[in-house]
T-cell receptor, first 112, second 114 residues
Framework: GENVEQHPSTLSVQEGDSAVIKCTYS??????FPWYKQELGKRPQLIID?????GEKKDQRIAVTLNKTAKHFSLHITETQPEDSAVYFC???????????FGKGTSLLVTP | EAGVVQSPRYKIIEKKQPVAFWCNPI?????LYWYLQNLGQGPELLIR????????DSQLPKDRFSAERLKGVDSTLKIQPAELGDSAVYLC????????????FGQGTRLTVV
């Protein structure tokens, strides 16, 4: 089955700096790659996703890049703010008919 | 519009006792998932339903776990008997179509087995 590796497990940045989280996947048939943000004690919430026909997608301070050849994708957060502090999960799916396979998460801490 | 609703939010039981969790997905969402989330880990799929049919239950420990989704709407997940290692957060999620579209999560049920 699909194996999703996520790095780093923890990340601490100063407010205003950028944060990058990287994931690799094993199943070459995966074609949908969402990123979820989970604050302490709350539900995971989708922040951005990308499909395999696109190499990059951006939404304000958040961007995701995908390299299908290398089977890795990354989350980029620019101008980080303390409210960005949370656990971020990447996931991969084959799309229709398959569930999401999650990475182990990255705990991001943005210090003022 | 209400999101995915789960109950109870918290449950503490003694080992060997049964427990059940309930999930009400977003209206119109055909796909329903139950995920298990251990502390410091990502969600792991237990079972996925397309309408009332369980289409992926390969990760569900069937000796003690069972699930149902009658009429293709609400779903229940049951553990009988519970073990200490079952302590975790049980997340329900739903999506409009089959896997590959945005999944919306409920708040989860935090189970503690003592």
């Amino acid at each position: 089955g699909e194996n999703v590796e996520q790095h780093p497990s923890t990340l601490s940045v100063q407010e205003g700096d950028s944060a990058v989280i990287k994931c690799t996947y094993s199943d070459s048939a995966s074609n949908y790659f969402p990123w979820y943000k989970q604050e302490l004690g709350k539900r995971p919430q989708l922040i951005i996703d990308i499909r395999s026909n696109v190499g990059e997608k951006k939404d304000q301070r958040i961007a995701v890049t995908l390299n299908k050849t290398a089977k890795h994708f990354s989350l980029h957060i620019t101008e980080t703010q303390p409210e960005d502090s949370a656990v971020y999960f990447c996931a991969a799916s084959r799309g229709s008919g398959y569930a999401l396979n999650f990475g182990k998460g990255t705990s991001l801490l943005v210090t003022p | 519009e209400a999101g995915v609703v789960q109950s109870p939010r918290y449950k503490i039981i003694e080992k060997k006792q049964p427990v059940a969790f309930w999930c009400n997905p977003i209206s119109g969402h055909n796909t329903l998932y139950w995920y298990l989330q251990n502390l410091g880990q990502g969600p792991e799929l237990l079972i996925r339903y397309e309408n009332e049919e369980a289409v992926d239950d390969s990760q569900l420990p069937k000796d003690r776990f069972s699930a149902e989704r009658l009429k293709g709407v609400d779903s229940t997940l049951k553990i009988q008997p519970a073990e200490l290692g079952d302590s975790a957060v049980y997340l329900c999620a739903s999506s409009v179509g089959q896997g590959g579209s945005e999944a919306f999560f409920g708040q989860g049920t935090r189970l503690t087995v003592v």
